[in-house]
Antibody, heavy 121, light 107 residues
Framework: EVQLLESGGGLVQPGGSLRLSCATSGFTFSAYGMTWVRQAPGKGLEWVSS????????DHAESVHGRFTISRDNSRNTLYLQMNSLRVDDTAIYYC??????????????WGQGTLVTVSS | EIVLTQSPATLSLSPGQRATLSCRASQTVGNYLAWYQHKPGQAPRLLIYDASDRATGIPARFSGSGSGTDFTLTIDSLEPEDSAVYYC??????????FGPGTKVEI
């Protein structure tokens, strides 16, 4: 069974940093592209960042470009999102999602339950 | 960036009825459109990808249609557990992948 479990969320002050993790099991992690999607309170889903199965290629939304970095450790079956220079409008539930193949195709077959990030002073 | 709009914003129906949800793209996305179901406190769930392909384990009463800029998600014979927000998402022209604002279905 495919399982994705996010962690690392919490309360952080504006300008601060957090690193989110997404621990996975039930599939060959390196064989799939992975993505972070977020949902701000009362809002819809917003794509944040994606990376290929090898981790050699990634893309980020303009809203987080230069502040957030997606990475992965295929030996640990874990996806990360390093978030720096956090802003109040980064407050959201962050979900990790698995693609359908090693490349990033944008078909998100499996999702985690999410981890809440709150940016507030 | 491709903008997706969804209508209606809210749909209130009774069990057994049919729900018809619309998604319109600001420019053609071919058939590269997906539908997700999202319930509060749960992980989003892929229902339909590439406009009309049902994801694994999705009941046949969920169906998708359309191409280009206009798409429809149809839910036949609604059940109480179908209450959720439904999002469309395009993967035709990225980055960024974009989602619609969602349609809330109340049963």
């Amino acid at each position: 069974e495919v399982q994705l479990l996010e962690s690392g969320g919490g309360l952080v002050q504006p300008g601060g940093s957090l690193r989110l993790s997404c621990a996975t099991s039930g599939f060959t992690f390196s064989a799939y592209g992975m993505t972070w999607v977020r949902q701000a309170p009362g809002k819809g889903l917003e794509w944040v960042s994606s990376t290929t199965g090898s981790g050699q290629s990634s893309d980020h939304a303009e809203s987080v470009h230069g502040r957030f970095t997606i990475s992965r450790d295929n030996s640990r079956n874990t996806l990360y999102l390093q978030m720096n220079s956090l802003r109040v409008d980064d407050t959201a539930i962050y979900y990790c999602a698995r693609d359908e193949m090693v490349a990033v195709t944008g078909i998100f077959h499996h999702w985690g339950q999410g981890t809440l990030v709150t940016v507030s002073s | 960036e491709i903008v997706l709009t969804q209508s209606p914003a809210t749909l209130s129906l009774s069990p057994g009825q049919r729900a018809t949800l619309s998604c319109r793209a600001s420019q053609t996305v071919g058939n590269y459109l997906a539908w997700y179901q999202h319930k509060p406190g749960q992980a989003p769930r892929l229902l339909i990808y590439d406009a009309s392909d049902r994801a694994t384990g999705i009941p046949a009463r969920f169906s998708g249609s359309g191409s280009g800029t206009d798409f429809t998600l149809t839910i036949d014979s609604l059940e109480p557990e179908d209450s959720a927000v439904y999002y469309c998402q395009q993967r035709s022209n990225w980055p960024p992948f974009t989602f619609g604002p969602g349609t809330k279905v109340e049963i």
